[in-house]
């Protein structure tokens, strides 16, 4: 399977066309638009969430309901462009608009100033537009379409928030426990985490900070076999890895025990495995993260994916101006404090397209019919 996205933060729309589907999915608009408002929620949100209300259009690939087995193409239209026609339309811009809406002075932390030098650009808002975490929308509902892919064969994504700016939920929770993270403010499951998290967002947005955090994503329901030993490409790890390192701001991506396999001894790291007639092979600890020798081998894939505080900061941060070469203060465009709860949803949806692309690679076919039938003879 193949996603490709197009759209800028205020342009007129967000687009993604998703290559290789089969035919005769069920596709749920309603779903993909719940996943959508999910991402815009969360304590610690900004001004633009209430400004666009994403829904998703489908524009080809798709009739009756179903997938046809063509090429499906969304679409996210951008409300906010309404205020930004003059400045970002497509053909003969405005010139005074162009000129109130540039940014120059080079935000840390942002594609600015390397963009600018790049893309031989004097505005960082050439570079920006495509930059900006606004594009997630669309990969969001894209990944709404591949977890619907993936529930029709049995096999379902979750995920919580684990920590916000050192406020750990340090629960121990099972998958079916995860759904309840949907319904807090900030994403995590714990109540006096959540407490603790919301009284630290609303004094970092008093001080005109912002606020980083940690992700967890689990797959339950993969088979074993998915992904390869054989190539580099073709790990399921390094290709999760890749996929979730792609999604802006996110710093760090941890499989299993992560960092913390680096820090113990074998005995304490590796999973034994067992064998009972009844149920075959298996292993009482999943320390591995459901992954062995780059492929998936029947336990949940745990996965955890670190974000660094949003850069764009009210106070502004110290840099200089491209053009002027000046000392000054970094731009200070609308932002979040905190968008965690929105990395879950996010995260959720990178991984569906990367199990997705995995298990389609390995079982063919051309309808939903012949995958499930594949996939329920697999061991």
């Known amino acids: 399977m193949k996603l490709t996205t197009a759209g800028e933060s205020h342009g007129k729309a967000l687009l993604a066309i998703i290559e290789g589907l089969p035919a005769h999915l069920k596709v749920d608009l309603e779903q993909i638009n719940r996943l959508l408002a999910l991402r815009q929620s969360g304590f610690g949100r900004g001004g633009r969430q209430k400004i666009e209300k994403d829904c998703a259009e489908i524009l080809t690939g798709?009739?009756?309901?179903?997938?046809?087995?063509?090429?499906?193409?969304?679409?996210?239209?951008?409300?906010?462009?309404?205020?930004?026609?003059?400045?970002?339309?497509?053909?003969e811009c405005d010139e005074a608009a162009m000129s109130q809406k540039a940014l120059t002075k080079v935000r840390p932390g942002h594609a600015d100033l390397t963009g600018v030098i790049k893309?031989?650009?004097?505005?960082?808002?050439?570079?920006?537009?495509?930059?900006?975490?606004?594009?997630?929308a669309i990969r969001v509902a894209a990944g709404g379409v591949y977890k619907q892919y993936l529930s029709a064969l049995g096999i379902e994504i979750g995920g919580y928030v684990q920590e916000i700016c050192g406020v750990q939920d340090n629960g121990d929770y099972a998958f079916e426990d995860l759904q309840k993270a949907k319904t807090t403010?900030?994403?995590?499951?714990?109540?006096?985490?959540?407490?603790?998290?919301?009284?630290?967002?609303a004094q970092l947005k008093k001080d005109g900070d912002t606020a980083g955090g940690i992700v967890e994503i689990r797959v339950k329901g993969l088979k074993s076999g998915f992904g390869s030993v054989m190539t580099y490409a073709e790990k399921l790890d390094a290709k999760l890895a890749q996929g979730l390192m792609s999604i802006q701001a996110v710093k760090g991506v941890e499989i299993g025990l992560g960092f913390d396999a680096a820090r113990d001894s074998g005995k304490n790291v590796h999973d034994e495995i067992y064998y009972d007639e009844g149920k075959g092979f298996y292993r009482v600890t999943n320390r591995a993260g459901g992954i062995e020798g780059g492929m998936s081998n029947g336990e949940e894939i745990v996965l955890r994916v670190a974000m660094k505080p949003i850069p764009t900061l009210m106070q502004g941060?110290?840099?200089?101006?491209?053009?002027?070469?000046?000392?000054?203060?970094?731009?200070?465009?609308?932002?979040?404090?905190?968008?965690?709860?929105?990395?879950?949803?996010?995260?959720?949806?990178?991984?569906?397209?990367?199990?997705?692309?995995?298990?389609?690679?390995?079982?063919g076919g051309d309808t939903m019919e012949e995958m499930a039938q594949r996939y329920q003879l697999l061991p």
């Open 62 to 91: 798709v009739r009756n309901g179903e997938t046809l087995g063509s090429p499906v193409t969304l679409c996210i239209y951008n409300k906010d462009y309404e205020n930004w026609s003059k400045s970002m339309a497509d053909g």
């Open 119 to 136: 893309f031989r650009q004097t505005d960082a808002r050439n570079v920006l537009e495509r930059a900006s975490a606004r594009e997630t």
């Open 185 to 201: 403010s900030v994403g995590m499951i714990d109540e006096t985490a959540i407490q603790q998290a919301e009284e630290k967002i």
């Open 317 to 363: 941060l110290q840099t200089v101006d491209y053009n002027t070469k000046e000392k000054t203060k970094a731009a200070s465009e609308r932002s979040d404090v905190c968008a965690i709860f929105a990395l879950e949803i996010i995260a959720e949806a990178v991984v569906a397209q990367v199990i997705a692309d995995v298990v389609a690679a390995r079982l």
